[in-house]
């Protein structure tokens, strides 16, 4: 599929518009004729739904106000309720008018739904305005059957992070950062015109800076930019508009991260434009109440003997399973459903993980869970001279309330830590009971467990 969004304009671009690919019973002049062969720029047919069960297809009537007729494109699963487009695709079309295509490969095929709800980012301008929020919403008048052809995914919300250390995204972040790999679909014109298969093709995220996109379209961190991911011409073309660009987290699974939007009026050259859906996650959530799959819980007890853990944002008709694996015995795991109980055995950390099941597309979170202090060791002791200070360190934890140094079983510093980094005990030579030779440290940390952690590490002494 070539570069999205061809509105014709009076300049030499366009936006990816959607095609005017329609369902059978529509007029026939509004129907375009299948191509004979379905390659696209760049691209491949996808051979099953289930390679891409979150795509659906598009057809919108238009009001006889905007002028009549139909137009296609594509979207995105984000529940059995509710699909993910671009505004433009539906912007003078009205609910009755609307017909979704979910779980097949096929143009017109699969599930048939009718929506009842429309809601149009209201920062939406129009289809001129490449930069303004072109982003929208249906809800489903019948909800879709999920199953492995057709499911929902995933949207990368990676608000999440301002608040929870924990958030299974946070050792992804920036996942639609420039660089990265991602997969658009949809049933646009190829290189042959239309097509009634649905094609994928590999992009990459480029900066608002590049080259490419400096010299077509405005800066916009609303805008998610692609193109070509080698010399080959890549992309989207007409008709491909509101379809989902993806990405793949390894561990973790297939995220939506972009809705086409727009691209050059050939579909042959230059960037193309997609919806930033990271900026769009508050939006999309209090629209809808579809979150994504967050784990909460407490990952560090502390002193407590137990950690309850639960996961919210499963979609409907998704399965759970807990593992927990750990560093030496240190606790075991009662699980149900979207909840977990890990039971401490010993104090330590472990790995607590939930794959999420959504008819069999799969999606993992993993987080660490610390019962008591865990482990920690004494840094920066080597061998060292009488003359010189003497200098170590031991991470800080949360739950310390105060550290006691010793040297050789004599107290050299004792006070509160700055909770954050590293606790330091430096000394110099008359007043820690230093001598030639091997020399012990021992730092005692008092926590709010009402426990005392010791730590201790031996060093040598040398004269010059």
Excluded at 47 to 71: D, E, H, K, L, M
Excluded at 265 to 271: R, T
Excluded at 354 to 365: E, F, P, W
Aim: charged share 15%.
């Amino acid at each position: 599929m070539k570069n999205q969004y061809f509105y014709l304009l009076f300049f030499t671009l366009t936006l990816v518009i959607s095609c005017t690919k329609t369902p059978l019973e529509e007029p026939k002049e509004t129907i375009l004729k299948k191509p004979e062969t379905v390659s696209i720029i760049g691209g491949n047919p996808v051979s099953t739904i289930a390679q891409r069960p979150f795509q659906v297809g598009i057809s919108a009537n238009q009001s006889i106000q905007s002028g009549g007729g139909a137009i296609g494109g594509g979207g995105a699963i984000i529940s059995a309720e509710w699909i993910i487009t671009a505004a433009h695709v539906v912007q003078h079309s009205y609910p009755g008018g609307i017909t979704v295509y979910a779980g097949s490969a096929t143009w017109g095929s699969g599930q048939v739904r009718a929506v009842d709800q429309i809601i149009i980012h209201n920062d939406y301008d129009n289809f001129m305005n490449f930069s303004k929020s072109d982003i929208a919403l249906l809800h489903l008048s019948t909800p879709l059957n999920l199953d492995s052809t057709c499911s929902a995914i995933p949207y990368y919300n990676p608000i999440y992070n301002e608040n929870y250390d924990e958030h299974p995204y946070n050792s992804y972040w920036n996942r639609d950062r420039p660089g990265l790999n991602a997969m658009v679909s949809g049933w646009g014109n190829t290189n042959s015109g239309s097509t009634f298969q649905l094609q994928s093709v590999g992009v990459t995220i480029v900066s608002s800076d590049h080259y490419n996109v400096k010299a077509l379209w405005p800066k916009s961190d609303l805008v998610l930019y692609t193109n070509s991911n080698d010399s080959q011409t890549r992309g989207i073309c007409d008709g491909d508009s509101g379809g989902p660009l993806t990405t793949f987290i390894y561990d973790y699974g297939e995220i939506l991260i972009g809705i086409v939007n727009f691209g050059t009026s050939n579909c042959l050259n230059g960037a193309s434009g997609y919806a930033r859906v990271s900026k769009f996650a508050d939006w999309i959530y209090n629209n809808t109440g579809i979150g994504v799959p967050i784990m909460y819980g407490d990952f560090n007890p502390l002193c407590d003997e137990i950690t309850n853990l639960y996961i919210s944002g499963i979609p409907t008709g998704a399965s759970v399973s807990w593992s927990y694996s750990q560093n030496g015995v240190i606790g075991t795991l009662v699980a149900s459903g979207s909840y977990a109980t890990i039971y401490k055995l010993a104090d330590g950390i472990g790995t607590i993980s939930a794959t999420v099941n959504h008819y069999g597309n799969t999606l993992n979170i993993k987080k660490n869970v610390r019962f008591g202090p865990g482990s920690r060791t004494i840094t920066g002791m080597e061998s060292i001279f009488m003359s010189e200070p003497l200098s170590a360190g031991v991470k800080t934890h949360p739950d310390d309330i105060y550290y006691r140094w010793y040297v050789n079983n004599q107290l050299v510093k004792e006070g509160s830590p700055i909770q954050g980094g590293y606790n330091y005990c430096t000394c110099y030579g008359d007043g820690d009971n230093r001598q030639i030779g091997q020399n012990f440290i021992r730092v005692e940390i008092a926590t709010v467990c009402n426990s005392i952690e010791t730590i201790e590490s031996s060093f040598d002494m040398y004269t010059h």
